[in-house]
């Protein structure tokens, strides 16, 4: 048997963090690191190397976007699933940005969380339907912005991942939307994922050119 | 009233009209010194001109404090006024005034009426204007042009000064206002920030270990989630949405109905339409809410996506409880019978849009309407 998933769990709440805890410990995780702050996260990832983290979006001290940058500096290809209690539309978009790999609503249910856990760690994207609805709004918006720099368009959705992200959006499952549109479970899996890698790389773009013309390279 | 008086505008005022009360006495005193030769008791002017001075100090220092600008003050500084300008009538001489000498107390008996007009507005400043300007003509005794002027002069002091009070006075109420407003904001957002990171993820909690329990332990978990999505979206929910111009924000007319089986999914910005239009929208949305309530069971998942495309707006209102054969949704439409029909189809095709409805046995059923984008021209 392979080692168990190394995971931790950044929350403010001590509570929270417990439970999940011991949900993740229950099924079987390795729950490597805990902590309630963000910079103080990303300095204890570093030494524990998770695989997984289960990141709170609001955080007391940093924000989730600069958490995440950190985690990523610090532990290249961690995959980072985002929980919050509230939809704070714009902190949850921006953060999938950062490269987040998925996002959870705090209220959603244990299986469900522990399905989002066992996905997240697979490599998959986790998706909800209001992340959905964000992203596709997203591409939208690059499309009829202006673009800072004409010799780099803005990136575009296939007509199949439009389609299938606007199926996620309501509320369909992927195997609903496999059936729906004749195609495998792991085909609707990797245009979801598709999805959310032109936007990453898109804003990564971004920043580099932001960083460049600040003459911060 | 007197509180909202004692602030912004009012002591710069009340200096001010110090200071006119000293330019008046020094210029006064000028004219006396000019005049005094043709005076009918020229000794009598000295003492007079020292009372003047002994009671412009008397004003400047009891109208500098809000406690004693009361009605006493005002009244003996209209009385000590009007005394000295009839002393002129010894003074100066009842001939001597009626050949234009000017008076004892010329400029400087406009003070009180400026006292009056900035202590209790436009209608007191004017009596002591008319009180004071029926003294100045009756003691000089002649009725030409200039004697009038000057009254005149006086009276409409007194109206422009009593009006900039009650405007500087309306100005304050609302910036009071204004404040207490931001105040109360302030404190509903740290209300929410609390909210947010205590009782919220409590609930939260209860809901996610309950969730797999039977019974009332289950019920229990039930329950706090119903009341984390309802405190959520009170907390986090987008601001009332606040007409732009003749437009609102469709997103924040649609969040109210998220809830524990409801999901609003949608671009992360504000997605604006006529107003009418997107009220019209929310009833439609409201409609189509109420038919999935009405024929599905209880705990049945709906999902509202809201898509904001350069020429059009999508709604999609999807259940994932019981689907509805075709068939049998246009034989009911057919009879005119089913509130999906009326409500939905009749509002959005008023709007100049159409609505497509699909359902599938195993995928519930799908309300889809499209609105065209008005161009704002």
Known sequence: ??????????????????????????????????????????????????????????LPDVSGVEVINGLQTEVPGVRVLMLSASGEQQDVLDAMKAGATGYLLKSAAQAEFLDAVSRTAAGDTVFTPGLAGLVLGEFRRLATAPPADKSEPAPKLTERETEVLRLVAKGLSYRQIAERLVLSHRTVQNHVQNTLGK??????VELTRYAIEQGLD | MADARNS???????????????????????????????????????????????????????????????????????????AVLTSSLYIVGADELALGTPTIAVAWHVAP????????????????????????????????????????????????????MRIAQVAQERLERAVELEAATRERERLARDIHDSVLQVLALVKRRGAGLDGEAGELARLAG????????????????????????????????????????????????????????????????????????????????????????????????????????????????????????????????????????????????????????
């Open chain 1, 1 to 58: 048997m392979t080692a168990a998933i190394r995971v931790m769990v950044v929350d403010d709440h001590p509570m929270w963090r417990e439970g999940v805890s011991r949900d993740l410990t229950a099924a079987g995780y390795d729950v490597v690191a805990t902590s309630g702050e963000g910079r103080q996260a990303v300095r204890i990832a570093a030494a524990a190397r998770p695989d997984v983290v289960i990141l709170d979006l609001q």
């Open chain 1, 199 to 204: 936007l990453q790389l898109h804003n990564r």
């Open chain 2, 8 to 82: 912004g505008l009012e002591a710069p005022l009340w200096r001010a009209i110090a200071v006119y009360r000293i330019a008046a006495l020094a210029y006064t005193s000028g004219l006396v010194i000019v005049y005094v030769s043709d005076y009918w008791h020229p000794v009598w002017a000295w003492p007079v001109l020292a009372v003047m001075a002994g009671w412009t100090v008397v004003t400047t220092y009891g109208y500098a404090d809000p406690a004693r600008r009361r009605t006493p003050l005002l009244v003996a500084d209209q009385l000590v006024t009007m």
């Open chain 2, 113 to 164: 009426v400026l006292c009056w007009a900035v202590a209790r507005g436009r209608r007191a400043g004017i009596t002591a204007a008319l009180a004071m300007g029926a003294t100045d003509l009756v003691v000089r005794a002649h009725w030409d042009q200039s004697a009038w002027t000057g009254t005149v002069l006086m009276l409409l002091a007194a109206i422009a000064v009593g009006y900039l």
């Open chain 2, 226 to 377: 119903e009341q984390e999505a309802a405190l959520r979206s009170l907390v986090a929910g987008r601001q009332t949405s606040e007409p732009v111009g003749d437009e609102l924000d469709l997103m924040a007319l649609l969040h109210p109905y998220a809830g524990p089986d409801v999901t609003v999914s949608g671009p992360a910005g504000a997605v604006r339409l006529p107003a009418h239009t997107a009220r019209e929208l929310r009833a439609a949305v409201g409609a189509a809410l109420d038919n999935v309530t009405r024929h599905c069971g209880p705990g049945t998942k709906v999902y509202l996506f809201v898509e904001d495309e350069p020429d059009e707006v999508v709604v999609t209102v999807r259940d994932d409880g019981c689907g509805i054969a075709t068939d049998r949704l246009a034989q009911a439409e057919a009879q005119g019978r089913l509130g999906v029909a009326q409500s939905i189809r009749g509002r959005v095709a008023d709007l100049g849009g159409r609505v497509q409805i699909v359902s599938a046995p195993d995928q519930g059923t799908e309300v889809e309407m499209t609105v065209p984008r008005v161009p704002i021209s």
